[in-house]
């Protein structure tokens, strides 16, 4: 939909002033006036739609409005007290509340919201990570993530404890500038999707190390790997627990802890078959439980019933 002269001064008046993206809510707002729901994927689209709908003005405010969450839960939890404050008031403005692990619905029941928290599994494009036996296995241990709940830190004080294992980590060079590494670790920057890919495919175990967030932060990786038939081991967190199947689909290890974490990762390179094993049944779980299409659907039944 084009945008006219005025639409594009008031977007940026108001992006200005507040930082809050304005331009799907604008550019959606005579939709929303026939939609039984509009629907937010992530906070920031949710900001404006439910600042309106709780100020009773435009036609989001006679609009069931939902929000797919990621970061709210640990931003309530952690955050400053105005930025909790802030999130509190746009919850006043949301219906219903999407989120990736079950451990949030008690932080948002702090702030009033736990009634309005649906808790649905995570989904991966199943049909791009596919398993693929002719790559060369040529990665020990293969870990890479952007995000800031990763705990390299921990992994690469395991990797020390393991000399005799290899250890291929990849995220922004800045997370690794500051650590002292030992030789065995070998560090590179982001990669590209099909690269991505291929790293999966060739390590013989994937590793996510990460430290306790409220959302279960390194999901998408972890994942992505099932989906590529991979053996995983993810640290074991209140938000991350109800994605572990312990030595049936992937394995957990401890949080904040190099010795516990290097016991898991040499006790399970020890078992070549079963890391075989455990990957053909990861494939299995994400087909039945974790795909784009699984997720999706849990969203719109919830939404069909919550507007019936």
């Known amino acids: 939909m084009p945008a006219s002269r005025v639409h594009v001064k008031v977007k940026n008046i ?9 331009d799907l809510a604008f550019r959606g707002a005579r939709a929303a006036r026939r939609a039984d729901a509009v629907l937010a ?19 989001y405010a006679r609009t069931h409005i939902a929000v797919v969450s990621c970061w709210w839960a640990e931003e309530l939890r952690s955050g400053s007290p105005s930025r909790r404050q802030s999130i509190a008031r746009v919850l006043q ?15 948002f029941a702090g702030f009033g919201a736990g009634a309005k928290v649906v808790p649905i599994s995570f989904g ?17 241990v293969f870990s890479g993530g952007l995000d800031a709940g990763r705990d390299f830190e921990t992994l690469v004080e395991a990797a020390r404890l393991l000399p005799h294992i290899d ?14 590494l030992p030789a065995n670790v070998t560090t590179s920057g982001p990669s590209d999707g099909p690269t991505h890919k291929q790293n999966l495919l060739a390590a013989q175990l994937v590793v996510v190390p990460t430290h306790d967030l409220a959302y279960p932060t390194g999901q998408s990786v972890l994942l992505e790997a099932m989906s590529s038939g991979k053996a995983c081991v993810v640290t074991e967190t209140d938000a991350m627990r109800e994605y ?7 394995f957990g290890m401890p949080l904040h802890d190099a010795p516990g974490v290097a016991r898991v990762i040499e ?36 939404l069909a019933r919550d507007v019936r």
């Open 14 to 22: 108001i992006e200005h002033r507040t930082g809050v993206p304005a």
């Open 41 to 59: 994927v992530l906070e920031d689209k949710a900001v404006l739609p439910a600042t309106l709908k709780r100020r009773g003005l435009t036609a």
């Open 93 to 107: 403005g949301v219906d219903r509340v999407f989120a990736f692990s079950q451990n949030q619905v008690d932080i």
């Open 124 to 140: 991966v494009e199943h049909t791009k990570y596919l398993p693929d036996t002719s790559v060369e296995q040529r990665y020990q």
């Open 167 to 180: 250890f291929n980590l990849v995220s922004h060079l800045d997370r690794f500038r500051d650590l002292d």
């Open 244 to 250: 572990i199947d312990e030595g049936v689909s992937n």
């Open 267 to 302: 006790k399970l390179l020890s078992d070549p078959e079963s890391l075989i094993a455990v990957g053909r049944a990861a494939r299995e779980a994400v087909e039945a439980r974790y795909t784009f299409q699984h997720m999706w659907k849990s969203i719109a039944d919830q």
